[in-house]
């Protein structure tokens, strides 16, 4: 099974809005309403901001969103604090396994 | 609250073995999936393996080519993951997570460190 593709880094100011796209195939992104999004920290532990594409678990922001099109899904920030400052994963199920994206930076200007 | 405490890491060598374990309690744990992550240093999450909350359905990555096994025990409220044939490329930290298709809690990870 191969990785997710995310862009390798983004950024925005204080603010602004950004969106994180994670392209997979018909196999995972595409099959299954199943896209989570984690967010970390460096020297952290992950933590789930999106599951089931645009669910947000107690807890997490309104600011955070997701959706899916096709095989691409994507996490919108919106309000953007320096305190979204992490790298973020993208995850599906892909028929009996999991998959991650490879990770995107986020970088608050 | 929710806590996962895993432990069993450490250095091990090249072909060696080893027995991760991962406490859960503040939830019924015998109702959840459990899945197994890792982190290699620097790099991105690598789905590794998932279990049933009755053991009878598991599931690994492909690339890990059969050398791990999940397994749980639900009356030591207990997920553990054997790891046989170990290579440098494992190095990581592994994490234990509740949930299949996605991962709602995590622990705090263990090193495992395979070198010579």
Known sequence: ?109 | QVQLVESGGGLVKPGGSLRLSCAASGFTFSNYYMSWIRQAPGKGLEWLSYISSGSTYMNNADSLRGRFTISRDNAKNSLYLQMNNLRAEDTAIYYCASGRYYLDYWGQGTLVTVSS
């Open chain 1, 1 to 109: 099974q191969s990785a997710l593709t995310q862009p390798r880094s983004v950024s925005g100011s204080p603010g602004q809005s950004v969106t994180i796209s994670c392209t997979g195939t018909s196999s995972d992104v595409g099959g299954f309403n199943y896209v989570s999004w984690y967010q970390q920290h460096p020297g952290k532990v992950p933590k789930l901001m999106i599951f089931d594409v645009s669910k947000r678990p107690s807890g997490v922001p309104d600011r955070f969103s997701g959706s899916k099109s096709g095989n691409t899904a994507s996490l919108t920030i919106s309000g953007l604090q320096a305190e979204d400052e992490a790298d973020y994963y993208c995850s599906s199920y892909a028929g009996d396994q999991g998959v991650f994206g490879g990770g995107t930076k986020l970088t608050v200007l």
